[in-house]
């Protein structure tokens, strides 16, 4: 299993917290009600704030 950064955790946890209280929506404006979609959308903006998070896959 990898290994995730403390703050690549966190916005995980935010937005998994928010997609459970139906306030997450993915990049084309649709409510997220996949947990794995929610956990993609966190570990990206995990990404874009430069915390330890590997590379997508391809």
Same mark, same amino acid.
């Given at each position: 299993? /990898?290994?995730?950064?403390? &703050?690549?955790?966190?916005k995980?946890?935010? /937005?998994?917290?928010?997609?459970?209280?139906?306030?997450? &929506?993915?990049?084309?404006?649709?409510?997220? /009600?996949?947990? &794995?979609?929610?956990?993609?959308?966190?570990?990206?903006?995990?990404?874009?704030?430069?915390a330890?998070?590997?590379?997508? &896959?391809?």
């Amino acid at each position: 299993m /990898t290994k995730y950064s403390p &703050k690549a955790s966190e916005k995980v946890e935010k /937005t998994m917290h928010e997609m459970k209280e139906g306030k997450l &929506k993915s990049g084309s404006g649709k409510k997220v /009600t996949n947990p &794995k979609q929610a956990v993609a959308i966190g570990l990206s903006e995990a990404r874009h704030a430069g915390a330890k998070v590997p590379k997508k &896959k391809s």
